[in-house]
């Protein structure tokens, strides 16, 4: 079955880095595309980013465009998310998800989520 282990979250001041990691198993990796979401206490999901299956197209929310970079390696199955001067405002549990297409839809619900890690950045 569609398994996402994510890691790489923690506390972090503002305008630190932070390079999130998320390691697929269970499908074919390569031809599907992977996003990232994160909730927010309170908030609703948003989705912050997302890559095609052959990284030819990424997506990002107009939050966190310039400061968080997505990719992917289709050998190791694992896609990241390097985000710079981070905010609090960017305080959330962070999760990557698919539904198993090959394009970035935005606004299409994920059908496959990991547990999420936690992401903390103090101002």
């Known amino acids: 079955q569609v398994q996402f282990v994510e890691s790489g979250g923690g506390l972090v001041q503002t305008g630190g880095s932070l390079r999130l990691s998320c390691a697929a198993s269970g499908f074919t990796f390569e031809n599907y595309a992977i996003g990232w979401v994160r909730q927010a206490p309170g908030k609703e999901r948003e989705g912050v980013s997302c890559i095609s299956n052959s990284r030819t197209s990424t997506y990002y929310a107009d939050s966190v465009k310039g400061r968080f970079t997505i990719s992917r390696d289709n050998v190791l199955n694992t896609v990241y998310l390097q985000m710079n001067s981070l905010k609090p405002e960017d305080t959330a549990v962070y999760y990557c998800?698919?539904?198993?297409?090959?394009?970035?839809?935005?606004?299409?619900?994920?059908?496959?989520w990991g547990q999420g890690t936690q992401v903390t950045v103090s101002s």
């Open positions: 998800a698919t539904d198993l297409t090959k394009y970035c839809r935005a606004g299409a619900p994920y059908d496959y």
